[in-house]
């Protein structure tokens, strides 16, 4: 049935209401009253980014990402084997939304990675090529994704990952194919197609002096003494818990001292799920000695986490067991990393009140007779074994339906108690249910009240 033009008014009028009820419910201390990162940033010179999924761009991700970030990085969407699965045929969707969304957002882009020995396109990795076809396929790819973006990247991580544990080059289809010589014909190539974009190598477990740290510095220092265009070095920095380098300001400082730029390109801190108060509160102190080291070098200009919230980290997949290693939870929840990161660039301590667990109820989506609902149980200096919330509807509104909870309802008051597997809210994390409810004249927000 097509609705008449007075009910479509209607809807949107409810539409707006609910977008207002919804801010003003789901405000959280790090969204609304703290500085965002990117400002507390901006202040001390360091630009503040994070890795992004294209797709994921929109909602609470979106808007965290916009506003608390001042630099993105593709987490995928660059790379050779998403930009050309087929030979000859290019794909720039996701690549150019991240562009576009940044441009918006008044952010820089650091793009990411041009010649690696990961997640390159199947006809490459299964071809047989000649040194000289080699060659002309990686100048091409060069051209054609640095051509592409020139003028709207800041810094390009143009080589990723040349090295071994022990500082020997790493055996790749480049090394074994072109030698030592294709970095710096890969840095030249992409010098020529845009000469703005500042030229990173990056790599991980090159955060402290050692062996493979080592091999990087004199890689970069006889480049640029050769004059082969090198900007800066990226320290990926891929961490366990309570293992931040000793030495980390001072192999920042060292390179910086070669005159290069450091960023720390792909920040996250991993532990042992589940997570719990004492290793989130390890975690922000990682996170702050991580911030605090850049911070300390004019030169390390900018600090990037590989996913700002633990629904999109890498971490989980790839290390079964572990995972919570970014600064938000995977209901976008600022963890105590993310005051760790903030303290560091000179916040305020603007940790949440301590010893409380809070409900947050906001309404989702809404229209002519129904809504859906969400509740954020979160917790901080506190921790729950089991959860119960409650609450009184003011306007005869019903739950009809609830999931990661059970829900009753006598007359106007709804209790709804957690499911069997999201009962524990650690200190520092928070757990989400939904319902579906059904409303008619108003739906007021209820307080919430959590025991
Ligand atoms: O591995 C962590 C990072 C290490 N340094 C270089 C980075 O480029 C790398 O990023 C990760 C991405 O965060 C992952 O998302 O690189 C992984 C691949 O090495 C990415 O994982 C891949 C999965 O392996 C694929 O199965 C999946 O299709 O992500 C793809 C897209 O989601």
Known sequence: MRSSPRSRLSALLAGAVTVGALLTATATP??????????????????????????????????????????????????????????????????????????AHGQQVRGHTLVWHSQNPSWLTNGTWTPAQLTTLLQNHINTEVGRYKGRIAAWDVVNEPFNEDGTYRSTLWYNGLGVDYIANALTWARAADPNAKLYINDYNVEGVNAKSNALYNLVSSLKQRGVPIDGVGLQAHLILGQVPATFQQNIQRFADLGLDVAITELDIRMNLPSDATKLAQ?????????????????????????????????????????????????????????????????????????????????TSQWNTGFTGNVVISCSGAALSSWRATWTFGAGQTVTQAWNATCTQSGAAVSCANATYNGTVPDGGSVSFGFNGAWSGSNPLPTVTVS
């Open 283 to 363: 975690q922000k102190a990682d996170y702050k000695a991580v911030t605090a080291a850049c911070v300390a070098v004019a030169r390390c200009v900018n600090l990037t986490v590989w996913g700002f919230t633990d629904s999109d980290s890498w971490v989980e997949s790839t290390f079964p067991g572990q995972g919570a290693a970014t600064p938000y939870d995977a209901n976008y929840q600022p963890k105590p990393a993310y005051y760790g990161i903030s303290e560091a660039l000179g916040g305020g301590t603007t940790t949440p009140p301590t010893g409380a667990c809070k409900a947050t109820y906001s309404v």
């Open 30 to 103: 790090a969204q609304a009253a703290d500085t965002p990162l990117r400002d507390l940033g901006t202040a001390k010179g360091k630009v503040i980014g994070t890795a992004v999924t294209g797709s994921k761009l929109t909602g609470t991700y979106g808007d965290l990402a916009g506003a608390q970030f001042s630099s993105l990085t593709p987490g995928n969407a660059m790379k050779w084997g998403s930009v050309e699965p087929t030979q000859g045929t290019f794909n720039w969707a996701e690549a150019d939304q991240i562009v576009n969304f940044a441009e």
